[in-house]
């Protein structure tokens, strides 16, 4: 055999095995399924256009290299996507929208802010999971643009606040200042207040703790005096009340001995132990 020859034959071989490589590559690694996480503000087929419109997402390798931020950046709610690979023909795209901590009112509108007080989306309707903040008021409201026109302390308190309920699942409905301009936030008849702004990671951390525990209850949950010290917080059980009746109400702040409470409360407690942010309800009398 010459040489020539056999150079041909090599090509061809080589030929060969390029063209099996690139059927297998583009064909065994052709995208067919696409799932979709994260996203609440838009839907998946939105999240799909956003990032899969080149040519190369109809391979589950090649996709991987799509530049998502160049393709997300006109869009207000979107913080970052990213492209994995579940197996050869399925694609994830992880979806981390921007979190707005509350909204406010302006003209009929609602005001979605995040965590550094950035106006992020100015919409007709509320958006899900973001509380609506009260006792607060803009004299202006531009997208892109920090709050303004908002005394200082109560704005620090909102957005100090804001970050820590982002580790909560379930957001409050409503947050508002009292006639003290203290912050008191509202989870269905759920009122929790929470004082002055001192030792306000502590009580976020008691509120994680007890939520869970005033599920379908209503009545005020006193966190004002809370300190990494304090083994108990008052809950003054509306609920009870509601039940009970007047009468009821009347003999359980009695006990048993002619004594009873001035504290109005409906004589609740929530006790820790060991300092942990789980806790028992016990029913106590308070002196």
Request: net charge negative.
């Amino acid at each position: 055999m010459s040489r020539r020859k056999l150079y041909r034959i090599i090509i061809e071989a080589v030929a060969g095995i390029l063209l099996i490589f690139v059927l297998v590559f583009f064909l065994g690694f052709r995208v067919t399924s696409v799932q979709v996480e994260g996203n609440s503000f838009y839907t998946d087929d939105q999240i799909k256009n956003m990032v899969l419109d080149a040519p190369i997402a109809n391979n589950s390798v090649l996709a991987g290299f799509i530049n998502t931020e160049k393709s997300t950046k006109d869009e207000t709610m979107i913080d970052s996507i990213t492209i994995s690979r579940v197996n050869r023909n399925t694609l994830l795209l992880q979806v981390k929208e921007k979190q707005m901590i509350g909204y406010i009112e302006f003209q009929g509108q609602c005001v979605n802010f995040d965590r550094q007080g950035i106006i992020q989306i100015i919409t007709e309707e509320p958006l899900e999971n973001v509380p609506q903040i009260e006792g607060i008021d803009v004299k202006e409201a531009v997208q892109g643009e920090r709050l303004t026109g908002i005394n200082t302390r109560k704005l620090n308190t909102i957005l100090s606040v804001g970050k820590m309920l982002e580790k909560m699942e379930e957001k409050p409905d409503r947050l508002a200042f009292n006639d003290l301009n203290q912050l008191v936030m509202y989870y269905g008849d759920i009122e929790v207040r929470l004082g002055d702004d001192e030792n306000m990671d502590e009580k976020i951390n008691r509120l994680v703790g007890i939520l869970p525990q005033l599920e379908d209850m209503s009545g005020i949950l006193h966190l004002e005096n809370t300190t990494e010290d304090s083994e108990s917080v008052v809950f003054d059980d509306a609920t009870q009340e509601e039940d009970s009746g007047d009468e009821e109400e009347s003999s359980s702040a009695s006990d048993g001995t002619g004594s009873g409470t001035d504290t109005g409360t409906s004589g609740n407690e929530l006790e820790y132990s060991d300092g942990s942010d789980s806790a028992d309800t016990r029913s106590r009398q308070e002196q």
